[in-house]
């Protein structure tokens, strides 16, 4: 069974900055996408970022500059930096993953979701 394994999330003051990491652990062949959405509340989830198998990256407007998510392949992890952190990023943080499976399918699985609060 595959899991997408959340962590980094927490307060921050405004300007502040987080690291979130997501680690993929179970039983695939390789990632294909992974990326980071957000929830706020009374929100939709909306994508925040997303890096690709050949390290592609994309990012919403409004954390261009800002955030940089990366991966490690080894670790089947990825991380989202965050950097000066304002209220407007405060939300629920999901990892997303496309997974090549071993029976060479691709099936999307989410994380659980961790907490930023950008908050004085």
């Known amino acids: 069974q595959v899991q997408l394994v959340e962590s980094g999330g927490g307060l921050v003051q405004p300007g502040g900055s987080l690291r979130l990491s997501c680690a993929a652990s179970g039983r695939f062949f390789s990632i294909v996408n992974m990326g980071w959405y957000r929830q706020a509340a009374g929100k939709q989830r909306e994508l925040v970022a997303i890096?690709?198998?050949?390290?592609?990256?994309n990012y919403t407007d409004s954390v261009k500059g800002r955030f940089t998510i990366s991966k490690d392949n080894a670790k089947s992890t990825v991380y989202l930096q965050m950097n000066s952190l304002s209220p407007e990023d405060t939300a629920a943080y999901y990892c997303n993953a496309d997974l090549l499976m071993t029976d060479w399918s691709t099936a999307n699985y989410w994380g659980q979701g961790t907490q930023v609060t950008v908050s004085s």
């Open positions: 890096i690709t198998s050949g390290d592609s990256t």
